[in-house]
């Protein structure tokens, strides 16, 4: 369900999505976004109406530096990077090769962030990171996995953030001279649901699926059913 926080492009609440069960994951727990360095006024008022309890900011230090929310540095929000400040570059070809490196690097990292949604007691948690795709995209996907939605359902998530931000690609399409750019900008902004296939089935061969990962990188038995007790009503 898509959420009106005015100033933002990408922000959805995932309640609603079915489980391999036959339940549904809840409303009011998991919104993803992108970031909300872009709220305007209204925006902030509107994210303070949502109940949120939980901000779970996935953006690097320069990246929180140069561009702070009207949330960062205050209770309501959890700073936590996808990767450390002492890993090199990866100068990856690709955004799904640059998302699996990631995902391969710092394990315990991503899950850190799983477990802080899993963590908070009450109300909703909002994720985001720059755009709300890629970062955000694979700490939903993790999420919605352990709480049993569907390969299909959790593609079909992340592919709903390419027309969310088809405007603003195109925008920054506009405003960049040199064409000889465009194929990679193309290839990092853009959100193809064969991206996140792609990295699901990474988790698949290399870990045995996206829980084992998730207790490859420290989440335990009590962590995993906090989350799915959070998540799925």
């Keep these: 369900m898509d959420l009106d926080w005015p ?8 309640g609603g999505l079915p489980t391999a069960d036959g339940r549904v994951v809840r409303e009011g727990v998991l919104i993803r976004a992108d970031s909300l360095q872009y709220l305007n006024a209204d925006g902030v008022e509107a994210v303070r109406r949502s109940g949120v309890r939980r901000i779970l900011d996935l953006r690097g230090d320069g990246e929180v530096a ?50 802080a949604i899993a963590d908070e007691p009450d109300g909703a948690v909002v994720v985001h990171c720059h755009g709300g795709k890629d970062r955000t995209g694979m700490i939903v996907a993790l999420a919605l996995s ?9 593609v079909a998530d992340y592919y709903l953030t390419q027309s969310r931000l088809a405007q603003w690609l195109e925008e920054q399409l506009a405003e960049e001279p040199d064409v000889a750019k465009h194929p990679e900008m193309i290839e990092f902004r853009d959100t193809r649901a064969e991206s996140i296939v792609a990295i699901l089935r990474h988790l698949d061969e290399n870990y045995g699926g996206p829980e084992a990962y998730l207790r490859h990188g420290g989440l335990t038995d009590e962590d995993l059913k906090k989350l799915r007790a959070r998540l799925v009503a």
Excluded: S, Y
């Design 7 to 14: 100033g933002c492009r990408n922000v959805r609440d995932v």
């Design 66 to 115: 140069i561009a702070p929310t009207p949330f960062t540095g205050t209770p309501l929000a959890v700073r936590q990077a996808l990767a450390d400040p002492a890993d090199p570059d990866h100068g990856q070809p690709t955004i799904v090769a640059a998302c699996t490196w990631m995902l391969d690097k710092r394990p315990e990292l991503f899950a850190a962030a799983v477990k």
């Design 146 to 154: 352990v709480a049993g939605v569907p390969e299909e359902e959790i």
